[in-house]
């Protein structure tokens, strides 16, 4: 996709959303996903797209939550300017119950899942095929 254009679907009299509309609506959309398991890590995070999101979420094993948790960790995604039309950095941290041959192989997966869908908004939605993939819990 080219960079500013609108979102599939839209009317072609709608003027295409620029790069911080685009991500104002994926950071909305991963707060109501992800709840309390979201943090924005910018500096101004409140109100409207100001500089490129920067974002935590705390990844858990599919069903579970809470006490019974043994295994999480925390993916960290800081994406440049022009994002959705370029791939945002992706780390993974604070991994709890993993190998570090696990994690590397989870950040693979989603350094992948990121260039497959380079140009869409994401929001992250691939992460849990991705999890069941690489088996980790």
Known sequence: MAGGRGAPGRGRDEPPESYPQR???ELQALEAIYGEDFQDLRPDAYG?????P???LVLYPQ????EEVYVKVDLRVK???????VV???ELKNAKGLSNESVNLLKSCLEELAKKHCGEQQGWRGLTP???????W
């Open 23 to 25: 991500q104002d609506h």
């Open 54 to 56: 920067e974002i935590n």
């Open 63 to 66: 069903g579970l939550t809470g």
């Open 88 to 90: 945002p950095e992706i």
């Open 48 to 52: 409207p797209v100001k500089e490129p």
């Open 79 to 85: 994406c440049p300017p022009t994002y959705p039309d």
């Open 130 to 136: 991705t999890l069941k993939e690489v088996q980790l």
